[in-house]
């Protein structure tokens, strides 16, 4: 094993294992490590904790690796190459310093609550009765946004879900066809009551959707005698079944104006408005609903979308007897839409003091991570959840507090908001210097990924490979990255910046 591919050998293994609810190849281990959570911590960006967990010696170095013949990959293709990445691991606790110190503090305020973690469940399936939720807060979750409620009734379609891939077996996207909570009114208020209850130090969110102003207030009011700590009210899933719901209201200043003072004559609690992204701007409803009462902010909910069309049978997914409909998007693809929405509301002067709560696209601590230090209070988290379970927390609480710890930073809320100076208009951005690329020729292996894409798609800088390593023609090359993006094996580095040739 070549150690300079580490980074890509972790990724391609940890990205090829099933991640089984039973874990046989943990159950195999001589060794009694954790195999199972080992690869799915470097899965979820963890690799230094996982790192940390490892044997001060390999044990896999003179194992005959059971957990491989146990691996369930093996029914399908070839078993996970797990001792690869335990060997990476070990080198890996080699090469770290051991930080010592107090555990770094996930807790943080928000609207009033003192939040163990700013890790929440979002209003979806993943958060729609006792017995899910009360799993979720014993594995460590810091809060819930319930199921939207409303007082309408209402059947679900199905199927309901779709998806589509990246690595694998992993979802690129994912399609809902899902609306709301199938319990009753009064079911809903028991099950929120009982676990506040039962759960006192965890935050409990109550999201509701209304037709008419006596409908929002009518379910505010309810709500509120469950006891819970904030109310969120949903002016954002895109595929409602009657007009008037959801986005239909998101999109317009006045209505949402509207509907919050409606919320606000029914309740006191804390509320907070989760828009929709089916805007230019979020900021003018955003601004809207802040002055009519809303405390607090989440964006986005999920983008309206179809996943493609069958070309045997002309249909799309999710297919309901042969007919589908525009459906909620979500998953990674949204995250990076989602993050301009947050930077968006935290960047506005009349914005900058409302907590807000990031949602889209989080699977891991890097993602939670990327929200809070754009402006987040908290995080709410779905699509993960139903591909992967509410063990994604350990991963997300140990991820974050390894950065923390190796950098030096003892509270979680002191990085909310730290990314916001460096996110700038493009008219501010530096124009007199050029960062070329630098060719790390000792790692590439010939490929011509680089090649063909910046003749194809850039500047043809990079000359034909003729069977030697990679080559560039300094005279054409302006500095775009795309050569980088492409590379496989991370042999292309971002250069010295210099001056601009005039």
Known sequence: MNIQYDNEILKEVSDSCLLCSETPCTSACPASMDVAGLIRSVRFNNAGTAAEKMPAADPCLKCSAPCMQKCLKGKI??????????????????????????????????????????????????????????????????????????????????????AVYYDGNSFGGFKNLEESSEHTLQENIEILRRLKK????????????????????????????AGIDALEC???????????????????????????????????????????????????????????????????????????????????????SGKTAVGGYSGKAVKPIALRFIYDLASSEPLKDVPLSGIGGIESWKDAFDFLSLGCRNIQVTTAVMQYGYRIIDDMISGMQYYMRTHGIHKIQDLVGKALPNIVGTDEL??????????????????????????DGGHQAILPLNGAKVRMDAKKCVGCHLCLKVCPVGAIIPGTRVVRKK
């Open 77 to 162: 293709s070839t078993p996970v190459q797990i001792p690869s990445l335990m060997h990476i691991l070990a080198q890996k606790k080699e090469d770290q310093k051991t930080i010592e110190g107090e555990e770094p503090d996930l807790g943080i305020d928000f609207l009033g609550f003192h939040c163990i973690n700013p890790f929440f469940l979002s209003s979806s399936v993943v958060g729609s009765n006792y017995e899910m939720i009360s799993k979720a807060f014993d594995m460590g979750w810091g809060g819930v946004v319930y199921k939207t409620i409303t007082s309408f009734p209402h059947d679900e379609v199905s199927p309901r879900f779709d």
């Open 234 to 320: 949903n002016f954002s899933c895109p595929h409602m079944a009657y007009d008037g719901l959801g986005t239909d209201v998101g999109e317009h200043s006045d209505i949402v104006d509207q509907y919050v003072r409606a919320i606000k004559r029914g309740s006191d609690l804390p509320l907070i408005a989760k828009m929709s992204p089916h805007v230019s701007s979020m900021v003018p409803p955003a601004e809207a609903a802040v002055h009519a009462g809303a405390d607090a902010l989440a964006t986005i909910n999920t983008i309206k979308s179809i996943l493609g069309i069958d070309p045997q049978s002309l249909s799309s997914g999710p297919d309901i």
């Open 430 to 455: 530096d124009r007199d210097t050029v960062c070329y690329p630098k060719f790390q020729t000792q790692r590439c292996i010939g490929c011509g990924r680089c090649y063909l894409s910046c003749y």
């Open 198 to 225: 039962d759960y006192p130090d965890r935050m409990v969110i109550a999201s509701i959707m209304g037709q008419t102003e006596q409908d929002w207030e009518f379910l505010a009011r309810q709500l509120t005698t």
